[in-house]
């Protein structure tokens, strides 16, 4: 079993919609836990970083269940720019991090 | 601001060739890591390090070498190439704790 598993995607939606994403992590002593987006296999960038109190950011929203080991992303009123991979990054402590393998949205007119 | 840095941004090599792919970072970041992507796949951990002189295996470590001599470089050494070491490689540093972390722009390397 993978330590991060995502939706496998692709998510084709219109502009308007409103999309979310799942994410599982299977190491319970995990300490913290991000969104990162990736273009056309660029580097990723931070997107956001997630709380189990929620964190918000805009038209993002992200989610955090350390009970049941779940984190999610929600997009509301989606923008053709919004079109890239989303990958779900855990962090293990002592430098090490892990990377789900990303769910590929595709926002059309 | 540099960021993090690394070079070749592509580079072809044959079977069983060696060569070491840059990293550095100007910004003091005290973790460093080393990823490959392969198509339609998240990022695999190689080998990272919490600080100079001290470095770990990760996910994927196998026919790549490491080493931390300074705070700022980080270079991945490849022993012998091979085709399965096709792959886009990011180097990426943080900070301690639960922070961001920064990412090269990345390495596009094939193995012929």
């Known amino acids: 079993r993978k330590e991060v598993e995502q939706d496998p995607g692709p998510f084709n939606v219109p502009e308007g919609a409103t999309v979310a994403f799942n994410c599982t992590y299977s190491n319970s002593a995990s300490q913290s836990f991000f969104w990162y987006r990736q273009d056309c296999r660029k580097e990723p960038k931070l997107l956001m970083s997630v709380y189990s109190s929620g964190n918000e950011d805009g038209r993002f929203t992200a989610q955090l269940n350390r009970a049941s080991q779940y984190i999610s992303l929600l997009i509301r009123d989606s923008k053709l720019s919004d079109s890239a991979t989303y990958l779900c990054v855990v962090n293990l402590g002592a430098g090490k991090s892990t990377f789900g393998d990303g769910t590929t949205l595709t926002v059309k007119p | 601001n540099a960021g993090v840095t690394q070079t070749p941004k592509f580079q072809v090599l044959k079977t069983g060739q060696s060569m070491t792919l840059q990293c550095a970072q100007d910004?003091?970041?005290?973790?460093m890591s080393w990823y490959r992507q392969d198509p339609g796949m998240g990022l695999r951990l190689i080998h990272y390090s919490v600080g100079a002189g001290i470095t770990d295996q990760g996910e994927v470590p196998n026919g790549y070498n490491v080493s931390r001599s300074t705070t700022e470089d980080f270079p991945l050494r490849l022993l012998s190439a091979a085709p399965s070491q096709t792959s886009v490689y990011f180097c990426?540093?943080?900070?301690?704790?639960?922070?961001?972390?920064?990412f090269g722009q990345g390495t596009r390397l094939t193995v012929v």
């Open positions: 910004m003091n970041h005290e973790y």
């Open positions: 990426a540093s943080r900070t301690p704790g639960n922070t961001e972390a920064f």
